[in-house]
């Protein structure tokens, strides 16, 4: 998988993680949910580094929002 399509599935997974958080309410649901929010956002500076240090441009890398 190339670093783009990487930044994107791990963006779209963090969204969908922040969706989620924003209807549970079951604390342990709340906790596992931010678990996986860390573990996307992690991923996805360590991949947006990756991807600056192979000169990709940042118009191509799907930025946070």
């Given amino acids: 998988m190339d670093i ?3 930044l994107q ?3 779209t ?3 969908n993680l922040e969706s989620i ?3 549970v309410t079951d604390p342990v649901v709340l906790d596992s949910i931010i678990h ?3 573990v996307a956002e992690q991923t ?3 991949l947006l580094a990756r991807a600056r240090a192979e000169q990709i441009t940042v118009r ?3 930025m946070r929002q």
């Fill in 4 to 6: 783009q399509t990487a």
């Fill in 9 to 11: 599935e791990t963006r």
């Fill in 13 to 15: 997974q963090w969204s």
């Fill in 21 to 23: 958080y924003n209807q």
């Fill in 36 to 38: 996986q929010m860390l």
């Fill in 44 to 46: 996805y500076d360590k």
């Fill in 60 to 62: 191509d890398i799907p």
